[in-house]
Nanobody, 120 residues
């Protein structure tokens, strides 16, 4: 009932930049948090950045100072600016949102993922 669609992944050289976007749609009553996770094959999915509707943000230590999250809760969109990319940033990046559907049911919703590959 709630869909998240990411875009902006791709191949980039070490030190380069990318900008990921994610738009939420569907029967959304309201969102109170949006964030980005990433996952490498064989490893657990990790939360790397979150933004709340109270204008707070939080980052994993591995990306702090290099990545910036921007949440637009009016337009139900979240961005992740990735700068100074490293080889170890290679992963599938997932958008996630927490909120309420129009029915009042709470939930956490996920996008399909977008591949980010950092390679020379």
């Amino acid at each position: 009932q709630v869909q998240l669609v990411e875009s902006g992944g791709g191949l980039v050289r070490p030190g380069g930049s990318l900008r990921l976007s994610c738009v939420a749609s569907g029967k959304i009553g309201g969102l109170y948090a949006m964030g980005w996770y990433r996952q490498v094959v064989g490893r657990q999915r990790e939360c790397i950045a979150t933004s709340t509707n109270r204008d707070t943000t939080d980052y994993a230590d591995s990306v702090k100072g290099r990545f910036t999250i921007s949440g637009d809760f009016v337009n139900k969109t979240v961005y992740l600016q990735l700068n100074s990319l490293k080889l170890e940033d290679t992963a599938v990046y997932y958008c996630s949102a927490r909120g309420l559907e129009t029915s009042g049911s709470p939930g956490q919703y996920w996008g399909q993922g977008t591949q980010v590959t950092v390679s020379s």
